[in-house]
């Protein structure tokens, strides 16, 4: 079993940046695919980034690209996702999901799943 809490969301203005952190408890923590998605108020939950265990593999969705940075330390079992040059559709709520070894973007893929936390950005 995998535990996520998600941290660092907030209000920034468009332009701006955040940097959400998901801390993860539980055994084998280098083995799961982390990702990242989104749901912004009245759409469904998209994929936003994924990062595989040993961090050699990355995955971005096309459209955030250059701006949205996934990372991870495995010794402090936390995932990483850097937003730069927030825009005001780039608010929702971000969720931290994984799921053992192998790469998915697709949402039901993720089995454990973090409580999420807001980001909104204002123009």
């Known amino acids: 079993q995998v535990q996520l809490v998600e941290s660092g969301g907030g209000a920034v203005q468009a332009g701006g940046s955040l940097r959400l952190s998901c801390a993860a408890s539980?055994?084998?923590?280098?083995?799961?695919?982390m990702g990242w998605f989104r749901q912004a108020p009245g759409k469904e939950r998209e994929f936003v980034a994924a990062?595989?265990?040993?961090?050699?593999?990355?995955y971005y969705a096309d459209s955030l690209k250059g701006r949205f940075t996934i990372s991870r330390d495995n010794a402090k079992q936390t995932v990483y996702l850097q937003m730069n040059s927030l825009e005001p559709e780039d608010t929702a709520v971000y969720y931290c999901?994984?799921?053992?070894?192998?790469?998915?973007?697709?949402?039901?893929?993720?089995?454990?799943w973090g409580q999420g936390t807001q980001v909104t950005v204002s123009s």
């Open positions: 999901a994984a799921r053992i070894f192998f790469y998915s973007n697709s949402e039901g893929a993720y089995p454990y």
């Open positions: 990062i595989r265990g040993s961090g050699g593999n990355i």
């Open positions: 539980g055994p084998t923590f280098s083995s799961y695919t």
